[in-house]
């Protein structure tokens, strides 16, 4: 689920199906400067994220849920991490032909 507002709904989610979670984090200045660059509301920057981070990490401890977590920026620039969080998710989740991881790493790079 890419929505950050998912993270309002984690216990429904769970009673929905058997979710991984992998959360992805980013800086609090960088998501800042994202609302100011696209001229969002307030609510849209470090605000809003620090709100949904608060409810998505408390909603995973408190269903006793695990997770795995990772920064944008590490995500992004890092192809070791990408394998190895490829590596620890179930097979059917994370296992993409060729050509979609293919395609995957060229749109990572752009």
């Not at 620890?88 to 752009?110: D, G, H, T």
Request: glycine content about 4%; overall charge positive; charged content about 20%.
């Amino acid at each position: 689920l890419k929505h950050p507002l998912s993270a309002f709904m984690i216990p429904e989610i769970i009673k929905a199906c058997n979710p991984t979670f992998i959360v992805v984090t980013r800086q609090f200045e960088a998501i800042e400067k994202t609302r100011q660059r696209r001229n969002w509301h307030e609510v849209y920057g470090a605000a809003g994220a620090g709100q949904v981070y608060s409810t998505l990490f408390s909603g995973l401890i408190q269903a006793n849920k695990s997770y795995f977590t990772i920064s944008f920026e590490d995500f992004c620039t890092n192809e070791n991490i990408r394998a190895n969080l490829r590596k620890q998710l179930p097979a059917p989740l994370c296992a993409p032909s060729s050509s979609a991881l293919e395609a995957a790493e060229k749109w990572i790079r752009r």
